[in-house]
């Protein structure tokens, strides 16, 4: 087996241990389940040696066929000069990829894996592609498709992660390399009881669903200039973060926190039935302007939706949009003094809990047009569907409509990038998410 095969295989088997450790560590886990665990852990550290020993090889095969070209006692010539290896970060790897796209589109290089060697990033595509993908020339097809490897797929999940709620989440990654994902989940929790010597233990019986998660396609498509390809890299890498990357977040969090799941859209976890779906007014907090105990009743409220369901609460954490976050930050008690200072900075807390503030979800909800969502989310339940490799296509000769307006590539002299992942989002506890669904605090009056 290669050194990059069992890379794939180390990258499969760490990908699908969070799933089983889960089972073996859940409430109701037999002993099969810690088994299965154990074993897993051992197989990856089986991997983790034989890629050792495979690396220690090549280092040995290469200084023995360096001092056998030089021949023993042959100091008539000079080594080259070590050339440092040139890194780059996620950002400048998919700008380079994007250019070697629309490139290879225009039959000016090869393929992507062409350009970026020829840029002088050599070492960043092996890395990218593999040691073998220069003799399979790094898959452009055709038709214009590219499809990105899973090691840089990862890098490009981690640079979303930032302006991603639903990604900061730190939901539990389930590979569907199928594109498909089942199994049976807990409605409710298990509970447990302390039992004398003798005395039957009493099992908890906790309600059963069933869990399906199955791809759904998010589809960025980023109009862009003939001119691109003049751009430097670090041009293109601003690109980059503008338009792709920021359109990729905003859907992210719409689609997965609170997509409808009509048609193509995947149900997101504020739509799920079955979750924590609250009204303000059941806590007299449904005004504009709250008081602090209408506020506090509200966080309450929906930290007792989850305590009381017996849903483990470490991981869980607060969302809200700007607008929210602003108005909490800005509340005083009778005497002029914030009540929650720890809501201002870079990472904000709020009941003792860590915060993530959105600018990605919408503030004009409701029958009034200004209602937000604010939520508890416990991440260590969410489940992330992923399909692994992102797919990106580009075309210089279609068509599409832009807010209605028809544009064509050929006559606006302008192509189309289309950036595709595939994802999916479900909960393994339906009470690990509460939401009070009809926020107005801060809105105008």
Not at 135 to 155: D, K, W, Y
Not at 357 to 365: A, F, K, M, R
Request: aromatic share 6%; glycine share 8%; proline share 4%.
């Amino acid at each position: 087996m290669t050194l990059e095969e069992l890379r794939k295989k180390l990258r499969e088997k760490t990908q699908g241990l969070d799933a089983i450790k889960i089972k073996a560590f859940a409430a109701d886990a037999t002993e099969d389940d810690r088994k299965s665990f154990d074993t897993a852990m051992d197989e990856i550290d089986g991997i983790v040696r034989d890629m050792k020993s495979l690396e220690r090889e090549i280092q040995l095969k290469a200084a023995s066929a360096e001092d056998a070209n030089r021949g023993i006692g042959d100091n008539s010539g000079e080594r080259a000069p070590a050339v440092p290896k040139k890194s780059l970060k996620t950002a400048d790897k998919i700008g380079l990829v994007v250019q070697g796209l629309i490139k290879s589109k225009r039959g000016e290089c090869a393929g992507v894996y062409d350009h970026i060697e020829k840029s002088g990033y050599g070492a960043v595509a092996d890395e990218i592609f593999g040691m073998n993908a220069k003799a399979l020339n790094a898959s452009t097809g055709v038709n214009g498709g590219f499809l990105i490897p899973p090691n840089m797929s990862n890098e490009i999940t981690d640079l979303l992660y930032p302006s991603t709620s639903f990604l900061r989440l730190n939901p539990m990654a389930i590979p569907m390399p199928n594109g498909t994902y089942e199994e049976a989940a807990g409605a409710t929790g298990a509970s447990s009881s302390w039992t004398s010597e003798m005395q039957p233990s009493q099992a908890s019986e906790p309600t059963m669903r069933q869990l399906k998660m199955s791809a759904k396609a998010l589809t960025s498509l980023i109009p862009m200039t003939r001119n691109f390809m003049d751009f430097t890299l670090p041009s293109a890498v601003s690109w980059v973060q503008r338009n792709m990357l920021m359109t990729m977040s905003i859907e992210y969090d719409k689609g997965l926190m609170r997509g409808d799941g009509n048609q193509s859209a995947p149900l997101g976890l504020y739509k799920i039935p079955g979750i924590g779906s609250y009204s303000t007014a059941k806590w007299g907090a449904d005004g504009v302007a709250p008081t602090l105990a209408e506020i506090d009743a509200t966080a309450a409220g929906l930290s007792l939706h989850m305590s009381t369901r017996n849903v483990p609460m470490a991981s869980a954490k607060w969302v809200m949009t700007e607008r929210v976050r602003t108005y909490l930050s800005n509340v005083r008690n009778g005497f002029g003094v914030q009540v929650w200072p720890e809501l201002d900075g870079e990472t904000p807390r709020w009941k003792n809990r860590p915060v993530l503030v959105t600018t990605n979800l919408p503030e004009n909800l409701g029958v009034t047009g200004d209602q937000a969502e604010l939520a508890l989310v416990a991440g260590d339940f969410v489940m992330h569907g992923d399909v692994g490799a992102m797919e990106m296509l580009y075309s210089q000769e279609g068509s599409v409509i832009i807010n209605g307006q028809m544009f064509s590539g050929i006559q606006h002299r302008m192509g189309f990038l289309v950036a595709v992942q595939q994802t999916d989002v479900n909960l393994r506890y339906l009470a690990s998410v509460a939401v009070a669904n009809d926020v107005r605090w801060g809105a105008a009056a």
